[in-house]
Every structure is written in C-alpha cells, then in structure tokens.
C-alpha cells in the first residue's frame, strides 16, 4: 500500500526552503524513528508529523509568500467569523482544530486553534493563533500567532481554558521540546507567561482540563494529559497547581502496547479526574474501545472505570483510507474517533463517541453517540445516536459542552445534504435534562462547506489528508459557546478553512415537583431542604450569580385546590416561619406569606416595628389562582405592584449581624419554611423560573434567556 501521509514518503520534500534559514537539529533517534514505524506514524497529529520531519532532517521548512491570493468571502452570516482571514497571505491559509474558554464573570472569550500561516510567514515560529471576544462572541478581535517560550517553536493542537482560581486564561500547545502552556493575565490579549509543561521528543495531542470547583481539594488545580511517542505511544499526565511549576508524569495504563490515542481530561465537582481517549484493537483496523481512568486523589494515580464504548466498529471509509495510509472519511479527511468528556455541577459524567453502526465498508460509515453515567463511571445509561437524518451520510468530530446545571449541546460536521456525501454543515443537539432526552437536530453553522483539497493538501505546511482532528467548546451556566473551523470561504479557487462561532442558551428541563411523593429534573441552583411530601415541600434556590450564574427567581404560584392555612413562604432564612419570625438566626430575614387567602410581606429585623408588616393584600389567591411572585435582591414584584426597599431580600452579599451572609432564597410550599406544623392547602403547581444577571457593558450575554423549572 502506498503511504502518502506526511513523514512517511518522500512526498514532503518537495516544499520549498526559506532562504539563509536551516531545518532545527535533528531529535534523538528513537524520536526520529516513528517516522517509519506505520503502527505509530499514522496516529501522529499534524503537529509532531511536522516538527518530527523538519527535526529529523525528513523535509525542509515550508515557505511563505507575501501574496494575498484571490478571496472569496460566503454571505454574511449569523455565525461569527473568529480568524481574519483578508490578512492570509500565500498558500499556508489553514485555520483548524479549534478550542475556545468562557470567563463567567463578564463572558469574555479567548480562542486558540491551528494556524500555519504563522508557521510558513515571519516570525516562522508559531503554528497556532489566538483571539479573543469583549462582547460575548458578537466580534472577535485575531490577535495573531500565539507567542513561544522565547527560542521555541509552538507546533500547534491548541487547548484554551479559564482558571477561575486567578482569573487567567491558558494555552496548552506542543513545542519544539515537548509540551509548553501559555499564560494570559489580560484576558486573552497577550500571552506573556509561560513554562515547559513536559520535555519529550515525542509528546503529542496534548489536552488540559482546569479544576473549576470551589468544592473541589484540588481547586485551580491543572491537568495535562498527552500521547507519549518516545515510550511507545502511552497516555500519560502531569499536574500544576499554578500553571509553572509541572509533576512528574502519571503513566495512565499499562505499558502493554496498547494502540491509544487522543486523551481527553475532565474534573468533577469534588476534585476526581477522568481521563477518556481511543484504544484500537488493533490499530488501524480496529475495533475501537473508549477506554476511561479515573483519579480521587488529584491525579497523583488513576484506575480504570467501565468503558462507555466496546469493540465498536472503526469508522472509515475503505477508499480514502487507502489513498491516505490511515483511517479515513471520504474525501481523504483522515479521521481519529477520539471521545470527549466533561462533568456537571451533579457529578454526572458525559461522553460523545463515534463509530460505525453497521459493518465496515457496508451501509453508513459514521455516526454520533451520546452516554451519560451517575455513578462515577462504573456503569452508563443507554447508548444514544445524536444524529437523527435517519440516512447513512457521514457525522463526525463532534464535541461537546456542558453547562454546570447539566444542559448539554453536542455538535458535529454533518453531510445528510449532501447526496454525494461530500459536503457538509455543522448541527447541533441540545439537552435541557442532562443528557436524558434531546432535541431534534438543527443547523448550528450559517452555510455549508466543500471540502479543500486534501491529498495532497493545498497548504504546503499541512498533511496530507488533514482536516482537522478536534473542535473543543466550552459552556458556563447558562450558555454552550461552539467553535469550529469550516470551508465556506474560498481562497485560490479552493475552499479554506476558517475558524467560526456560534453561542446557545440552554435552558434545564423543567423541574417538575409533584407534592405527593416525588420530584424529577430537579437539580444545580434549586435544592430541596424538605424533600416533597404529603403535598408538602420546601425549597431552597440559590441566586449567587457567582456560584449558580443566577441573581432572581420569578415564582409562578397555582391554586389548584381551595387555599386554607399556611401555602406560601418565601424567605432568605432557613428560619423563616411565617409572620416574619425567624428565631433571630438571621438579621437578614425578610419574608412573603400567604395565610388562607391573604399575602402579608415582612421586612428584616433592622426594619423598623412599626412598620415591618410592610405590606398586607386580602382576598389575594382563591380556587383556580395563579399568582407571580418575583424576587431578586431588595425587590419583590407580586403581579400587580412591586416593593423595592433595603429592607426586603438581601441577596448581594449583604452583612448579618445573626449570621452568616446568604444567597439562597427558601420556598415553602402548603407549610411555612422552618415550622412543620404550620401547614396548608391548595397549591398544586410552582413554575420557578431563574434568570441570570444582565450583562456588563460591553460584556455580552447574560439576562437575555431565563432558565425555567417547574414544580408540580
């Protein structure tokens, strides 16, 4: 079989050599040798294919060009453009693999992804990009090639994320010596900082994951997890705890000549970290396994959890994998069927996968699945195909996004359009209930796309059969921000590939509360103190928009019985017990409370006696009432009026003179909040809508898109 991916042919020696500049010294020879070892060159990332060959003296450094070229934009779109693209010059015009970071505080955006014009055009040293959004992804400014360690060269797989520890974003990168991070302190506008995360001269397809979890031991803490080629192709791990200073690496299987590749890191809310990656069986043919290793000790050691995905079928088309030397899609897009991980703020572990659903070389070549495990991974729910064309067209790299309530958008390159199975457009699925049911499959990005070509590559600094092998998203706890890299614009009369964005709000499946037994869908901001019982319940909803990423509760109050005794308490005490008593536990205690048909509002304790009934309504709620009652910070609105005073809920971090401050809003429902024997009748529904706080100027997203649950 003739090989025609790069490193492995003479192929790669007819790009150019920059004048007066010589190819970097050649690696140690076991490095050099998987180059001509197929078992471990054909899982090689473009980016040590290349720094291997230009290293180990296997093709000189491709050139660039100071020409424009002829460019053709696609019509204005929805979807937001993130490379500038009107500034390539020549042939290297390749934007790819694409990762993006969300800060919650303000919805700042910083993006990495590959970049070889950086590589083949002055400074010559940096096969990566980076840029950045002010105004939650409306615009975004290409800030330019990502700088190296100083002397080093960045060889591209980026991965972009926040460290919510000292509000700082990082850059993962491959470099001339192994693996290098990227630090940036002014919110993705430079990348100043850096330290050598891993030396190897075979360090490849490196990923990070950010311990985000203020519940979290091991908070701030980072992970890096990587394929090792000098050891013989093993996944292994380091971890920092400020981003400079680097452990020694963690092996995560057994050295056993397993054929692996393509790690992917999470952490959980209480510091446990997964590691996901695609094991052959054997490579290339397969079957494939995503195989999964779990740590409850920040990662100082792991042990296997079930696998999500068994012998499944290699997705590859028999034809292009030929022409490429390895696993391919049609088209030549070479194709490695990695999974891609991530956790919500509920411990519940995600995973999108591929595979082939029906044989190879028969029927459909490739689809999307989704599975979901509550118990830490020792076992998963029910397989689910994300794709719904109910056809046999390719889907593939999808990636994946999880908010912490457990909203999850999964998106994907899709040819269902294309009757040739050629082109393709992104589509996107969206749960509301983490990961229980899905929506219908919808268009994420604005055009569809053709596909460059690829064998051999119209760039002179990218594989062959090269299209990218990942697109990574990110989500914070109202919205999934989606990046990918697609070829709507032509350059040269060929498609090119740019970086594109899009943002979803995802609002949670409705929390539905039936006040008899049992509750479903009920999970992140709302908790519940007094679980539903005997038509009773008490609620507690956090509106720390720092914690929660929510700041009002707009309570939707149904009567569906005749109301008698006590079938409202709203409060911001734990205490709070109706008529505006909380046992002095909180200073900060102001209360709503319906008694029989008539609502009564209590200010805190510093409100003055005389008048800390501040409000009586009669004859509010009878059969058949339905009654609003909003509360945020110092507010109430009740449907036809509203209060606003200091003296109503203090929920922006307001000192207490009892205890300790609070964010949390309590409800109870038929009884009071703290005192069981007052109790009542005649509430059956409760529709508790949140909404995240409006944003910054200039910030972007934020109050636009409520999140509602339901209790009924």
């Not at 009773?536 to 109050?557: E, H, I, W, Y």
């Not at 006590?566 to 200073?587: C, E, L, P, Y």
Request: negative net charge; aromatic residues 10%; glycine residues 10%.
């Amino acid at each position: 079989m003739k090989k025609l991916v790069f490193g492995l042919v003479s192929l790669c020696l007819l790009l150019s050599a920059i004048p007066g500049r010589e190819a970097a010294a050649s690696v140690t020879s076991p490095d050099c040798a998987v180059l001509d070892d197929p078992k471990l060159s054909g899982k090689l990332s473009i980016g040590l294919e290349l720094r291997l060959n230009i290293e180990c003296g296997r093709m000189v450094f491709p050139v660039g060009s100071t020409d424009p070229g002829t460019l053709s934009l696609a019509a204005p779109a929805v979807d937001r453009p993130v490379n500038n693209t009107a500034t390539d010059l020549g042939s290297s015009t390749t934007q790819s693999e694409t990762s993006v970071a969300v800060r919650p505080s303000d919805g700042r955006l910083c993006a990495g992804w590959n970049d070889s014009q950086h590589y083949a055009n002055s400074p010559f040293n940096s096969f990566n990009g980076f840029g950045y959004s002010t105004d939650n992804g409306v615009t975004w400014v290409d800030a330019g090639g990502l700088p190296p360690i100083p002397g080093h060269i960045n060889y591209s797989d980026p991965d972009v994320d926040y460290r919510a520890r000292d509000g700082k974003f990082y850059y993962v990168t491959l470099d001339n010596a192994g693996l290098a991070m990227h630090i940036s302190s002014d919110g993705c506008q430079t990348f100043s900082q850096h330290s050598q995360v891993h030396i190897g001269g075979g360090d490849d397809k490196e990923l990070m994951a950010i311990d985000n979890w203020p519940t979290s031991p091991y908070y701030g803490r980072i992970y890096v997890a990587w394929t090792d080629f000098s050891i013989g192709g093993y996944i292994r791990l380091v971890r920092s705890d400020d981003g400079i200073n680097w452990s020694a690496p963690v092996d995560l299987h057994p050295p056993d000549g397993r054929d692996v590749q393509g790690a992917w890191p999470t952490v959980a809310p209480n510091g446990d970290v997964y590691i996901g990656w695609v094991r052959w069986n054997p490579w290339p043919s397969g079957p494939i396994d995503a195989e999964v290793v779990r740590s409850t000790n920040g990662g100082v050691t792991f042990a296997p959890v079930t696998n999500p995905l068994t012998a499944g079928v290699n997705p590859r088309d028999a034809t292009a994998t030929s022409r490429c030397g390895r696993p391919a899609l049609k088209s030549d897009i070479r194709y490695l069927p990695s999974p891609q991980l991530e956790v919500d703020q509920n411990g519940v572990l995600h995973v999108v996968y591929t595979r082939d659903p029906d044989g190879y070389n028969t029927g459909d070549v490739v689809n999307v699945y989704y599975r979901r495990s509550t118990n830490s991974g020792s076992s998963w729910g029910t397989e689910v195909r994300l794709n719904d064309d109910g056809g046999t067209k390719d889907q593939f790299f999808p990636a994946l996004a999880v908010t912490k309530y457990g909203g999850v958008a999964v998106y994907w390159y899709d040819r269902r359009n294309d009757v040739n199975n050629v082109s393709f457009q992104m589509y996107r699925v969206i749960s509301k209930n983490g990961g229980v049911t899905w929506s219908g499959g919808l268009p994420l990005s604005d055009a569809s796309s053709q596909v460059p070509p690829l064998l051999p590559n119209f760039d002179p600094a990218v594989a062959y059969c090269y299209m990218g092998d990942y697109n990574e998203a990110d989500a914070d706890a109202t919205h999934a921000y989606m990046i990918w890299s697609d070829n709507r614009n032509f350059r040269n009369g060929h498609p090119d590939p740019d970086v594109w964005f899009d943002k979803e709000a995802i609002p949670t499946n409705p929390c539905a509360i039936n006040l008899v037994d049992h509750n479903t869908n009920c999970e992140g901001a709302i908790t519940f103190v007094v679980p539903p019982s005997g038509n009773k319940t008490v609620a507690k909803v956090n509106l720390n928009p720092a914690v929660s990423g929510f700041d009002r509760a707009l309570f939707t109050v149904e009567y569906g019985g005749a109301p008698s005794g006590h079938t409202v308490n709203i409060g911001d005490s734990a205490t709070n017990d109706g008529f505006g008593g909380d046992a002095a536990t909180q200073s900060n205690d102001a209360e709503t409370h319906i008694f029989n048909t008539n609502l009564a509002v209590y200010g805190n304790d510093p409100t003055p006696a005389t008048v800390r009934n501040i409000l009586n309504l009669f004859n509010v709620v009878t059969l058949g009432t339905r009654l609003t009652l909003d509360v945020k910070n110092n507010f109430l609105g009740f449907g036809t009026g509203e209060l606003r005073s200091d003296h109503l809920y203090a929920l922006a971090g307001q000192a207490d003179t009892e205890g300790p401050v609070n964010y949390d809003i309590f409800a109870g429902f038929n009884r009071s909040i703290y005192n069981p024997l007052r109790t009542g009748v005649g509430v059956t529904q409760v529709t508790i809508t949140l909404f995240a706080p409006p944003p910054p100027p200039g910030g972007g997203g934020g109050g636009k898109d409520p999140i509602v649950v339901e209790a009924q």
